[in-house]
């Protein structure tokens, strides 16, 4: 049992005090006493206990306040240990799409009065053709641009170098035409599709018949990061280097890890397709061109090399490779073949008029942008 004490002052607070045994035997008669004692008019008779319940009491009514704020800050704010959710790009792949639409096109320049069931496996709509079946013939094809519009829903632009014959059954000469095609795509992601499972099934159609595009724009390319032309003398030891490594690289003259510094790994063109191997010109980025000596171990150098190639058949055919070179035990060695030719810092392509460029026949061949992009034949 607990003996309930109470004290007025400023108004009244209740407090407990826990009763010994001996007052739990006390008969309940002695409620007079309690009375006599409950009501306290000054502190000195405030025990131990009831100080601390008074002081507790005036505390939690102080903080209510901050507790509140606390608690609303709190619930407003994410936990220190939760996740954070974070959205994953979708990435599609084009490549589906891009195939299915490289095969269109070919069907459909090929297709002609009778074949129209040819085009049904990528194109369901209505068609009748009024040329006779290959009229034109498409010699090679390749994807140049592959867009997703929409989720699931590509523009693919093929680029063929398509022949056409004439009334006579001739076949004229080859051009390069343009053709653009809206494929929508079914399936998981990474077939083009928006399908999140990997099972989905895949499949493609076009929506449209090809249409007939312009060439893309011809572009100058940017300045390249090699100041210095060395032309093709030998004498140089970097162009030495690069001469025979080129020579055992193609043409499996040598050993080609001769020319290579420790821990690089490079295999040969197999089977050699050429006999020889000649520098016919070297631009490096070096500081000058009339300095020939190499420099202490760990120094590096760009170089872009041209060479011709002869094969079996006496026939010559040029090639450009960039080569990194390293310097050690005062000798240049390759340290990697370059994926492709360095650019100098902030080099960027521009748009240049198209020129022809000769063959070795010295007739001209023209570059894609003055391709010609001659119409198709009438289809209905």
């Known amino acids: ?66 507790t509140g704020v606390a608690a609303l800050l709190g619930s407003s704010s994410p936990a220190q240990g939760a996740p954070k959710k974070t959205s994953v790009a979708r990435q599609a792949s084009g490549t589906g799409p891009a195939g299915f639409a490289t095969l269109y096109v070919e069907a459909f320049l090929e297709a002609g009065e009778g074949t129209e ?23 090679r094809s390749a994807v140049i641009g592959a867009r997703e519009t929409a989720p699931g829903y590509w523009s693919v632009t093929v680029a063929a170098t398509v022949s056409v014959k004439d ?23 990474n077939a083009g599709g928006t399908s999140s499972s990997s099972d989905a099934p895949v499949g493609y159609t076009a929506t449209s018949l090809p249409a007939q595009v312009a060439a893309p724009e011809a572009l100058k390319p940017g300045a390249l990061g090699y100041g210095t032309s060395r032309g093709s003398s030998t004498s140089d030891p970097a162009t030495d280097t690069a001469g025979g490594f080129l020579n055992a690289y193609l043409a499996g003259n040598g050993d080609l890890s001769r020319y290579t510094s420790p821990g690089v790994h490079l295999q040969p063109v197999a089977p050699a397709l050429y006999t020889a191997v000649k520098v016919t010109h070297v631009d490096d980025d070096s500081t000058s061109a009339g300095d020939q000596k190499v420099p202490g171990d760990g ?53 240049a008029p198209a020129t022809p460029a000769p063959d070795s026949d010295g007739d001209s061949t023209p570059t894609p942008a003055a391709a010609s992009a001659s119409p198709s034949p009438s289809s209905s």
């Open 167 to 189: 009334k006579k059954g001739t076949a004229g000469p080859a051009s390069v035409q343009y053709y653009r095609v809206g494929v929508q795509a079914l399936g998981p992601e």
């Open 299 to 351: 120094a590096k150098r760009h170089l872009l090399v041209t060479i011709s190639a002869t094969d079996k058949d006496g026939r010559a055919f040029p090639l450009s490779y960039a080569l990194e070179l390293r310097s050690r035990a005062g000798r240049w060695e390759v340290a990697a073949l370059a994926d492709a030719p360095v650019l100098k810092p902030g080099s960027q392509p521009s748009t």
């Open 1 to 66: 049992m607990k003996r309930l004490r109470r004290r007025k002052e400023e108004g009244e607070v209740w407090t407990e005090e826990p009763v010994s045994a001996a007052d739990q035997s006390e008969p309940v008669a002695e409620a007079e006493g309690e009375d006599r004692i409950g009501w306290q008019t000054t502190t000195a008779g405030l025990s131990g206990m009831t100080k601390l319940a008074r002081v507790a009491a005036w505390v939690l009514v102080a903080s209510g306040p901050l």
């Open 117 to 139: 069931k040819a085009l049904a496996p990528y194109y369901a709509g209505s068609l009748a053709l009024t040329i006779p079946p290959g009229t034109r013939s498409v010699t």
